[in-house]
Nanobody, 122 residues
């Protein structure tokens, strides 16, 4: 069993920046994907960014490429999402996720955090 604990989130103006972090505890595998998905009411949960824990590979949704950066802290078993140039359309509940099957599909993720609200005002 793996627990994912998120921190960050909040209210920021368009063009601003915000950082999210997610720390995994409990049983983890040497190689697994860990990252972020987001969801707006009435819409499906969508991929944001993921890092492969093992080989240092990163994956980004087209909508956030060039604006968001995902990184990892191996010592703390933590993933950081640095969000820059935020847009109102980035407003969503952001969920930390982890799994072994792949980086970008909701169904590939086994563990989920509670979610944290990110609101970007115009």
């Amino acid at each position: 069993q793996v627990q994912l604990v998120e921190s960050g989130g909040g209210l920021v103006q368009a063009g601003g920046s915000l950082n999210l972090s997610c720390t995994a505890s409990g049983r983890t595998f040497t190689t697994y994907y860990m990252g972020w998905f987001r969801q707006v009411p009435g819409k499906d949960r969508e991929f944001v960014a993921t890092v492969l824990w093992g080989p240092d590979s990163t994956y980004y949704a087209d909508s956030v490429k060039g604006r968001f950066t995902i990184s990892r802290d191996n010592a703390k078993n933590t993933v950081l999402l640095q969000m820059n140039s935020l847009k109102p359309e980035d407003t969503a509940v952001y969920y930390c996720a982890a799994g072994r099957e792949g980086p970008a599909r909701v169904e590939q993720q086994r563990y989920w955090g509670q979610g944290t609200q990110v609101t970007v005002s115009s």
